[in-house]
């Protein structure tokens, strides 16, 4: 009797523990941002607004606040820490008026770079440029 509540115990314990460290990872890998444009993840469209970036491994999620639009996609490569572990930032590409999240840096400083999309003869002939946003 003694030798089962003792297992029951050590594995509750266990159990606990697992959970309390998946939170706390989980806890780091997550930032709010307002994104003031419509902007493209993978193939989807987004409207301007308040989002959740989560990310999980090599996947990245992106949801607004709202519950109403998301988005998943798989980074394409991950950077080292060269950055401030403070400092959750969106860098996104802008080809003419479109717009296209390309980095998500979070506070357990790793930088994710999404897969960079294809662009048309028309888009080289726009203006090109960078955004970031930082986090709240």
Same mark, same amino acid.
Request: hydrophobic share 40%.
């Given at each position: 009797?003694? +030798?089962?509540?003792?297992?029951?115990?050590?594995?509750?314990?266990?159990?606990?523990?697992?959970?309390?460290?998946?939170? &706390?990872?989980? &806890?780091?890998?997550?930032?709010?941002?307002? +994104? *003031?444009?419509?902007?493209?993840?993978?193939?989807?469209?987004?409207?301007? %607004? $308040?989002?959740?970036?989560?990310?999980?491994?090599?996947?990245? /999620?992106?949801?607004? !606040? #709202?519950?109403? $639009?998301? &988005?998943?996609?798989? !980074?394409?490569? !991950? /950077? %080292?820490?060269?950055?401030?572990?403070?400092? &959750?930032?969106?860098?996104?590409?802008?080809?003419? #008026?479109?717009?296209?999240?390309?980095?998500?840096?979070?506070?357990?400083?790793?930088? /994710? $770079?999404?897969?960079? *999309?294809?662009?048309?003869?028309?888009?080289?002939?726009?203006?090109?440029?960078?955004? $970031?946003?930082?986090? /709240?």
């Amino acid at each position: 009797m003694k +030798v089962t509540i003792l297992r029951l115990t050590v594995m509750m314990a266990l159990a606990l523990a697992f959970v309390a460290s998946a939170q &706390a990872q989980t &806890a780091l890998n997550y930032k709010t941002f307002a +994104v *003031p444009f419509s902007f493209k993840v993978g193939n989807k469209v987004l409207p301007a %607004g $308040e989002y959740k970036i989560t990310a999980d491994n090599q996947v990245i /999620r992106v949801q607004k !606040t #709202d519950g109403k $639009e998301n &988005a998943v996609t798989l !980074t394409q490569r !991950t /950077r %080292g820490a060269n950055h401030n572990l403070g400092d &959750a930032k969106l860098t996104f590409r802008r080809y003419g #008026d479109q717009y296209y999240l390309s980095q998500v840096w979070l506070t357990d400083s790793l930088g /994710r $770079e999404l897969k960079k *999309p294809r662009r048309s003869v028309t888009d080289l002939a726009q203006n090109v440029g960078v955004v $970031e946003i930082f986090g /709240r």
